[in-house]
């Protein structure tokens, strides 16, 4: 049974920094052909935050976090990340992580985890 618990979340002000992590088990880590983090705030939609790749290693990122944060794997630790930098107010969810295990386009995510509440004050 695949599981992916998300940590690392919790209260940081504004301009700070925090990195969240995706523990994935139950398959075989190599064998996904994509993870990506989402997040969804109150009120709003859940919303593609970055995707990486697993065939290239290419990542891809929402505008609103390109140049901040960074998506990356430890495959030995079978574990994803998400390091957000420069934080934001508005970048204020709770972020999800997901696992697609087909190459196709659109990425199409079959797994996905319960979530970490990040949260930034001004």
């Known amino acids: 049974q695949v599981q992916l618990v998300e940590s690392g979340g919790g209260l940081v002000q504004a301009g700070g920094s925090l990195r969240l992590s995706c523990a994935a088990s139950?398959?075989?880590?190599?064998?996904?052909?994509?993870m990506g983090w989402f997040r969804q705030a109150p009120g709003k939609e859940r919303e593609f935050v970055a995707t990486l790749r697993w065939i290239g290693g290419r990542t891809y990122y929402a505008d609103s976090v390109k140049g901040r944060f960074t998506i990356s794997r430890d495959n030995a630790k079978t574990t994803l990340y998400l390091q957000m930098n420069s934080l934001k107010p508005e970048d204020t969810a709770v972020y999800h992580c997901?696992?697609?295990?087909?190459?196709?386009?659109?990425?199409?995510?079959?797994?996905w985890g319960q979530g970490t509440q990040v949260t930034v004050s001004s």
């Open positions: 139950g398959r075989t880590f190599s064998s996904y052909a994509a």
């Open positions: 997901a696992a697609a295990t087909i190459p196709v386009v659109p990425i199409k995510y079959d797994y």
